[in-house]
C-alpha cells in the first residue's frame, strides 16, 4: 500500500501545494539570494554581499528616502488603528443595531471594498485634481477661490488627505468583521443587559465592545499587515516618485522604483529591490507573529 492509499488526502493537497512551492515560497528564497547581489535583471551577477543592505541604511540619499518611506508606512498604521478602526466598529455598532435604512447605509459604506483600486483612483483624481477636479471646480464656483488648492500636489496637506480618503475606501471590508462578530454574541446576553437597564452607549462599552477581541485581533494584524504592504491608491495618485517631495512615498513604491525602473540612475537595480524586499518582509513577519502572540495572551486573559 502506497503512501497515496494511506492518506489520500495527499491527492487533493499536492496540486495547490506544488503551485503554492513553484510561485511563492521559491521566489521568496530567490529573491533573498539576489539581494546579495549587484544585478540589474539582464546579464551577469554581481555578488557583493551584504552592501545593499548597508547602502539601503547607510547611504545618505537612498536611506533618507528608505526612512520617509518607513515613517509614511507608521503613521498610516497608526491612522488605521486609532482613526479608521474606531469608525469601523462605530459603523459597524449602527448596523448590528439595525437603524433605520441600515441595509442601504451597510452597501453604501461597503461598495467601495467591491471596486478595483484603480478605479477607486481615477474616482480620487477625478474630485481632487487642482485643474479639472470637482472639488475645486465646484469651490470656484460658490466663489471660494481661496480653499481651493493643489490638493495631492502640495505635500503639506497630500499625507492627511490621503488618510481621509483611504478611511473612505477601506472602512467597509473590517466593519463587516465587526458587524459578523457583533451577531455572534449571544442574544440571551443582550436581553439579559437590556433588561437590567444597560442601553446606549452601557451597552456598547460594556457588553458588546469586550466580546470583539476576535474581530479586533484580526483587523489589527489586517491593518498592520496592509499598512505596511501598501502600493496601489498611493501609487495611482502619486506616481512612481511618491508624490510630491515623496509626501506619499512608501515602502512599496520605493521598492518598486528601483526594483522595475531606477528613476535615479536610468536602470533598474533588481538586487537591491530584492534587499528591500527582504527587509519589507522581516518588518511585516516579525510585527505580525509580535501582534498575534500579544493580542491573543490579552484574548486569553481577559476571557
Not at 472602512?171 to 437597564?197: H, K, Q, T, W
Not at 505596511?228 to 513604491?253: M, V
Not at 491573543?296 to 481577559?302: A, D, H, K, L, V
Amino acid at each position: 500500500m502506497n503512501i497515496f492509499q494511506k492518506r489520500p488526502y495527499i491527492v487533493f493537497i499536492l496540486p495547490g501545494l506544488t503551485l503554492y512551492l513553484i510561485f511563492v515560497i521559491y521566489p521568496m528564497f530567490y529573491a533573498f539570494s539576489l539581494s546579495f547581489y549587484d544585478w540589474s535583471g539582464f546579464g551577469p551577477k554581481t555578488f557583493i554581499g551584504l552592501q545593499n543592505f548597508y547602502s539601503l541604511f547607510f547611504d545618505p540619499r537612498i536611506s533618507k528616502m528608505f526612512f520617509n518611506a518607513l515613517k509614511n508606512n507608521v503613521l498610516f498604521v497608526l491612522a488605521e488603528l486609532v482613526l479608521i478602526m474606531p469608525v469601523q466598529i462605530f459603523f459597524a455598532y449602527l448596523i448590528y443595531r439595525k437603524i433605520k435604512g441600515y441595509k442601504i447605509f451597510q452597501a453604501l459604506i461597503f461598495l467601495p471594498s467591491v471596486i478595483s483600486t484603480a478605479i477607486i483612483g481615477f474616482f480620487i483624481m477625478i474630485v481632487f485634481d487642482p485643474n479639472i477636479g470637482i472639488l475645486n471646480t465646484t469651490l470656484q464656483f460658490f466663489h471660494l477661490e481661496n480653499w481651493q488648492s493643489a490638493w495631492f500636489g502640495d505635500p503639506k496637506i497630500a499625507f492627511p488627505l490621503f488618510i481621509l480618503v483611504t478611511m473612505w475606501v477601506g472602512i467597509g471590508y473590517c466593519m463587516m468583521l465587526f458587524i459578523a462578530n457583533m451577531r455572534g454574541i449571544s442574544e440571551e446576553m443582550i436581553e439579559a443587559a437590556l433588561i437590567d437597564g444597560a442601553s446606549g452607549y452601557k451597552l456598547f462599552f460594556y457588553i458588546i465592545l469586550p466580546q470583539l477581541w476576535p474581530a479586533l485581533t484580526n483587523v489589527i494584524v489586517f491593518d498592520t499587515i496592509t499598512g505596511l504592504t501598501l502600493f496601489d491608491i498611493p501609487f495611482i495618485i502619486g506616481g512612481s516618485q511618491g508624490g510630491i517631495d515623496n509626501s506619499l512615498d512608501f515602502l512599496n513604491i520605493f521598492f518598486f522604483r528601483y526594483a522595475f525602473g531606477n528613476s535615479y540612475n536610468g536602470d533598474t537595480a533588481v538586487g537591491f529591490g530584492s534587499a528591500i524586499s527582504v527587509v519589507t518582509f522581516l518588518m511585516v513577519a516579525t510585527v505580525a507573529v509580535f501582534q498575534l502572540k500579544y493580542l491573543r495572551r490579552i484574548q486569553t486573559e481577559s476571557e
